[in-house]
C-alpha cells in the first residue's frame, strides 16, 4: 500500500510560481510512476504531468508544456511539480497519484493511490 502526502499549494498572483510537493511511502519506488493531476470546480480532473520514478520518461500536458516541471528526490521519497507563470486557468486542486508500472498514464483511473489534494489559486 503506497501512502501520498502533498504539500506546497497556497494563492499566488498571475506569473508568480508555487512547488508542489508529494512525499511517498510503503514501498520501494521501483516499478512506480508518480501523476500530477488537478480539477476546478465544474470540471473532470485532468491530467498535468507524469513521470517514471527513473526519471527517464515524463509527460505533460499541452496547457502547462513549458512552463510546468516534475523532478523527484529519491533520497527523501518525494515528488515536486515546479510550476511557473502561472496563470489563473491554472486555480485548481492538484492532486499527486502513483501506479505501478513503466506507462506514464494519463487517465486518472488507471492511477491506484491518490493523495489528499492541495489547493492551487492564482489571482489574475
Known amino acids: 500500500q503506497i501512502q501520498l502526502v502533498e504539500s506546497g499549494g497556497g494563492l499566488v498572483q498571475a506569473g508568480g510560481s508555487l512547488r508542489l510537493s508529494c512525499a511517498y511511502s510503503g514501498r520501494s519506488s521501483t516499478g512506480l510512476v508518480l501523476g500530477w493531476f488537478r480539477q476546478a470546480p465544474g470540471k473532470e480532473r485532468e491530467f498535468v504531468s507524469g513521470m517514471r520514478w527513473t526519471g527517464d520518461i515524463t509527460s505533460y500536458a499541452d496547457s502547462v508544456k513549458g512552463r510546468f516541471a516534475i523532478s523527484r528526490d529519491n533520497a527523501k521519497n518525494t515528488g515536486f511539480l515546479q510550476m511557473n507563470s502561472l496563470e489563473p486557468e491554472d486555480t485548481a486542486v492538484y492532486y499527486c497519484?502513483?501506479?505501478?508500472?513503466?506507462?506514464?498514464?494519463?487517465?486518472?483511473?488507471?492511477?491506484?493511490?491518490w493523495g489528499q489534494g492541495t489547493q492551487v489559486t492564482v489571482s489574475s
Open positions: 497519484a502513483a501506479r505501478s508500472g513503466t506507462i506514464v498514464a494519463i487517465k486518472a483511473h488507471d492511477y491506484d493511490y
